[in-house]
């Protein structure tokens, strides 16, 4: 099976960055590691060939019991105009390090997108122009759509601040 | 034939509270507070095949302060309430209030982290309407309910 040149390219220039890639229906997906993501991205961005040039989606995934490597994998879906093709890109984090680069600088839709990754699973954004919470009320403590955040909330339902 | 006798004709003797009432009951103004899919359903209750406005409810209040009913349809989460209690409270007495569908009654099928679980835990509701969502029958049939209920007010007891 010939695989999309995109993967070679990663592989080949970001060597310690790949983890592995995945492929369903035609949809690929590349695993990395969070550490380089905002070069891989400047580079599917830039580079002649594929000029990813749409960010379509930011969203999260926690693998809490799911024998994923680490314990969160922050997902990047891109469009590009030139090929029509997409492409998924998975940052793994760390529990202990939920830190990643923003790439608001790449794309400013992804203004948003980050806001509510880090509203809901807690993930900082490094760079971003502001990360505040954007679906939960700003008072709001802790993040809910992590697997390990109880359904019923904290009691937040009941005790909340009453504007006046 | 003087004038005594025609009067006698065209005089009716009433209480202030029934005519107040009376008048308040044809003329409620709600303010829809439609957060979610109910009030979709309410929009199709003040649609020509229900016709809210045979019980005199059609105008909609969008501004609070010229309404006397709060029909709120949907369900509230803890960002929504506070401006749910803020509306409330700049709605001017006399008021009513009606929680219409399972959300804005109990929190519905939503027990979760986010969803106010009944808004009466915050603001008074004088008619709770099952169902999710209620037929257009069940909201005219809180609107009687809710002119029963003003037909019983008396303006000595508002202060
Ligand atoms: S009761 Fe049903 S229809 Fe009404 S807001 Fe809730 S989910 Fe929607």
Redesign the pocket.
Known sequence: MNKRPEIEEIKARFPESYVRDEEFRGDISIVVRKERIFDIFKFLKEDENFLYDYLVDITCIDYLKLNEIERFAVVYHLYTHKNNSRIRIKALVPEKDTVISSVCSLWKGANWMEREVFDLFGIEFIGHPDLSRILTPDDFIGHPLRKDYPLKGRGERENFKVVK | MGIENLLKSNILVTTVDAVVNWGRKYSLWPMPMG???????LMSTLASRYDMGRFGAERLSFSPRQADLMIV???VSIKMMPVVIRIWEEIPEPKWCIA??????SG???DTYTLVQGIDQFIPVDVYIP????RPEGVLDALVKIQKLVEQDSIKKRK
């Open positions: 957060t979610a899919c109910c009030a979709i359903e349809a949907g369900r219409m569908g399972a959300c804005a009654s519905g099928v939503f169902g999710c969502p209620p």
